[in-house]
């Protein structure tokens, strides 16, 4: 069992930048971590995902060149910096993992995550 705990969202201004955090219980090596975003009305969109403790990631094109991921394997911790924010980046971020290597074709279903946070609000004004 693996609990995942977010932190870090807030409100920013159109082409700001923020930094939010996702914490894990225990160690989540080997691991993907990823965050989705769900926004009221639409459906979970998975934005970025890594394999714990390696160089590799995946990214939705809606956020490629603007959000990174970065780990701290020493404290569980997943950062997302996200910049040069957008107004339809508002959305609640949520934290996922899942004890299965990340794949290109699937790690943005969300079905398949079963370790998920509470969610971190994220909002951008125009």
């Known amino acids: 069992q693996v609990t995942l705990v977010e932190s870090g969202g807030g409100s920013v201004q159109a082409g700001g930048s923020l930094n939010i955090s996702c914490t894990a219980s225990?160690?989540?090596?080997?691991?993907?971590m990823a965050w989705f975003r769900q926004a009221p009305g639409k459906e979970r969109e998975g934005v970025i995902s890594?394999?714990?403790?390696?160089?590799?990631?995946y990214s939705s094109d809606s956020v490629k060149g603007r959000f990174t991921v970065s780990q701290d394997a020493a404290k569980n911790t997943m950062n997302l910096q996200m910049n040069n924010l957008k107004p339809e980046d508002s959305a609640m971020y949520y934290c996922?993992?899942?004890?299965?290597?990340?794949?290109?074709?699937?790690?943005?279903?969300?079905?398949?995550?079963?370790?998920w946070g509470q969610g971190t609000q994220v909002t951008v004004s125009s």
């Open positions: 225990r160690s989540v090596s080997s691991y993907c």
């Open positions: 996922a993992a899942d004890s299965r290597m990340c794949l290109s074709g699937s790690w943005s279903r969300f079905q398949s995550y079963p370790y």
């Open positions: 890594m394999l714990f403790g390696t160089d590799v990631t």
